[in-house]
């Protein structure tokens, strides 16, 4: 297919609002060729003064910004959260085929925590087939894909950027199938959201090139570290994870050892894409947050600077290892 009206959600309460208002920016001022975007926020909560920034971003780039308000939905859930801990708006994505219009087949679904570097009309555009989902592989191990039925070698996606098959979801009703995984977990599944969404897709998705989702440990670790550390058949090879570090469409500025680029003491190669967006944003007089780095992450890092890729590989499998059991 070839199509230039782009659909995107995103999904926020009112205390990640304006980190993805600066990404939607992003969005925008990076896809201006494209005929059409309309933007699904599913909103949790986001209070006027936030919402009126909003707006303003879709005024000034000519676009459309659609809140959705998402309660009824969240009440839906009964969920353990476990102890890592996530806003349960991150569960608002799996009911998209019902919040969205009818008349939407597909969806790029985007974290707050994102900013777009580049023309995206290729991801929009990828071939889905009978797929429900489109991903980048993440750096998970072995341990979450048992945690959720899944063979060993299955690449599990990470799903904070997805494109979405819509029409194949409200067909074939996988809304339906990700709450009843959800119950089935007792309501507690590893890595929340992202485990449902791959543990019901299973090997039904469709890789997409790594820099449409270049997060933290792709800046961190070689391909041979990765697999070495998450115990990983396949990645990525060296090639594409270099190509994706000096030219991605989306940075994904998840948790790992370079910090976030709104706390202090980041340490990201690229946090300047995201600052050059913020200034550009109504939230431009918005301060840094102090650095709210764990202990334990400093350890890691630290460890990451002194020690030869072999040893750390073996303390990262041996402390995931400790971790899992807490799931």
Same mark, same amino acid.
């Given at each position: 297919m070839s199509d230039t009206n782009m659909k995107i959600a995103y999904a926020s309460d009112d205390n990640y609002a304006h980190y993805m208002g600066i990404s939607i920016l992003s969005l925008f001022n990076c896809n201006k060729a494209a005929e059409s975007?309309?933007?699904?926020?599913?909103?949790?909560?986001?209070?006027?003064e936030n919402k009126a920034k909003l707006q303003k971003i879709a005024d000034d780039y000519g676009r459309r910004?659609?809140?959705?308000?998402?309660?009824?939905?969240?009440?839906?859930?009964?969920?353990?959260?476990?102890?890592?801990?996530?806003?349960?708006?991150?569960?608002?994505?799996?009911?998209?085929?019902?919040?969205?219009?009818?008349?939407?087949?597909?969806?790029?679904?985007?974290?707050?925590?994102?900013i777009i570097c580049d023309d995206?009309?290729?991801?929009?555009?990828?071939?889905?087939?009978?797929?429900?989902?489109?991903?980048?592989?993440?750096?998970?191990?072995?341990?979450?894909?048992?945690?959720?039925g899944l063979k060993k070698g299955t690449r599990y996606v990470n799903a904070g950027i997805l494109l979405m098959n819509i029409a194949l979801w409200r067909r074939e009703g996988y809304q339906e199938r990700f709450l009843n995984f959800i119950k089935e977990h007792n309501g507690y599944v590893p890595h929340h959201d992202q485990g449902v969404i791959n543990g019901v897709c299973g090997d039904k998705r469709v890789i997409l090139p790594l820099r449409y989702n270049v997060f933290a440990n792709v800046y961190s670790f070689t391909n041979r570290m990765i697999k070495r550390m998450y115990y990983l058949d396949?990645?990525? #090879?060296?090639?594409?994870?270099?190509e994706a570090r000096k030219n991605p469409a989306i940075i994904?500025? @998840?948790?790992? =050892?370079?910090? $976030?680029?709104?706390?202090?003491?980041?340490?990201? #190669?690229?946090?300047?894409?995201?600052?050059?967006?913020?200034?550009?944003?109504?939230?431009?007089? @918005?301060?840094? =947050?102090?650095? $709210?780095?764990?202990?334990s992450v400093r350890f890691t890092a630290f460890m990451r600077r002194i020690l030869p890729d072999g040893l750390f590989a073996g303390i990262h499998r041996l402390l995931s290892g400790v971790s899992h059991l807490r799931e």
């Open positions: 975007i309309d933007v699904f926020v599913l909103d949790n909560g986001i209070k006027d910004i659609i809140l959705v308000p998402i309660d009824e939905y969240i009440a839906k859930l009964d969920l353990q959260m476990g102890v890592r801990k996530i806003s349960v708006v991150a569960y608002a994505r799996l009911f998209l085929s019902t919040l969205l219009p009818q008349d939407c087949d597909r969806v790029i679904y985007l974290d707050c925590d994102t995206i009309s290729g991801m929009w555009n990828a071939e889905l087939g009978d797929n429900p989902v489109a991903g980048v592989q993440d750096t998970v191990d072995s341990f979450f894909l048992g945690a959720i396949d990645y990525y #090879p060296q090639e594409e994870i270099l994904h500025f @998840t948790t790992g =050892l370079l910090g $976030r680029p709104w706390e202090e003491n980041c340490q990201h #190669p690229l946090k300047d894409k995201y600052t050059e967006a913020s200034n550009m944003s109504p939230w431009s007089d @918005t301060a840094l =947050l102090p650095d $709210r780095t764990k202990s």
